[in-house]
Structures are given as C-alpha cells and as structure tokens.
C-alpha cells in the first residue's frame, strides 16, 4: 500500500511540475501570400536618318543631318534615362574629314566617337546634329576618284 501512495504522490507531482510551471509545447505554422505588380522600364531610343550625300571635286563639302530622340513614333517617351555615344565610321583616308556639330556646337570626337551624352526620361527630347564631310582629293593616294560610304552608329545603354 505504501507503494501506491509513493506512486500517486509522486505522479501527482509530476502532473503540477507539468502544469504549473506554464512550459507549453506547440507549433505553429503561418502562410503569407504576397503580390506585386511591376513592369520592366520601356527604353526607347531612335535616330532620324537624313538624306545622303555626295561629296566629290565639285561638291567638297556636305552636311549630314540626323537626329537622337527618347521617344517613338507612337509617343512612347523611354522609362529610364540613356547615355548614348555616336560612332562615325570610314576607311580612314585622309582626303576625307568630317565635324561633328549639335546645335551649331563643334562636338569632339575622340577616336571616332563622343563621349557619353545624356538624353533623359520622362519629357520628349530630340538632339539633332549635323555631320560636317569634306573632301581634298589632293590628300588622297588614289589616282582615281574614291569611292566610299561613311557610317554613324549610335551605342545607347541605361544610365547606372
């Protein structure tokens, strides 16, 4: 008998540890479901191309007029700010030389190109330049009158 009662006075005491002392085991588990909605920035970037032009012994000079703008033809203006460089390419022959000019300003090439230029988002922007060309045949090694097409590439990439 004197077992049952050490038995039950010692289970009874295991049972208020276990209550009283306020330890609670338990798991919870939350889910939370988050959308956003977002869409990628639009860049647009576009060259108005002019007419072409011959440049010969009679004619020495021309001028090439073209245009940078951040907006399409739909009135899509670019979400984010671009830098651009513009690129004139050639044969490299020293009878031809060329100026760049934005606006009536001289624009210094450095190896063929400009420096980066800032067209920026938000309002339509069109940054016209013209491609000043000469010609000196007396500068030329050809005994023949030279052939050749000059090039503008513009390179455009988003401001960091």
Do not use: W
């Not at 576009?46 to 033809?73: H, L, R, S, W």
């Not at 420096?115 to 922007?125: A, P, R, S, T, V």
């Amino acid at each position: 008998m004197r077992l049952k009662i050490t038995k039950l006075i010692s289970l009874s005491i295991l049972i208020l540890l276990l209550f009283g002392t306020g330890i609670v085991c338990g798991k919870y588990i939350t889910q939370q479901t988050i959308n956003a909605n977002s869409e990628i920035a639009r860049p647009v970037i576009e060259i108005e191309q002019g007419q072409n032009i011959n440049v010969n012994d009679q004619n020495t000079t021309a001028n090439y007029n073209f245009a940078v703008k951040n907006y399409d033809d739909k009135g899509n203006i670019t979400d984010t700010d671009m830098n651009y460089t513009i690129e004139v390419i050639n044969s490299g022959d020293s009878s031809i030389t060329y100026n760049l000019y934005r606006e009536n300003q001289e624009i210094p090439l450095n190896k063929n190109k400009t420096n980066k230029i800032l067209i920026q988002k938000g309002k339509k922007e069109k940054h016209k330049y013209t491609l000043k060309v000469s010609y000196d045949k007396s500068k030329s090694k050809e005994f023949v009158d030279l052939t050749e097409d000059i090039g503008i590439k513009v390179y455009s990439e988003q401001k960091q």
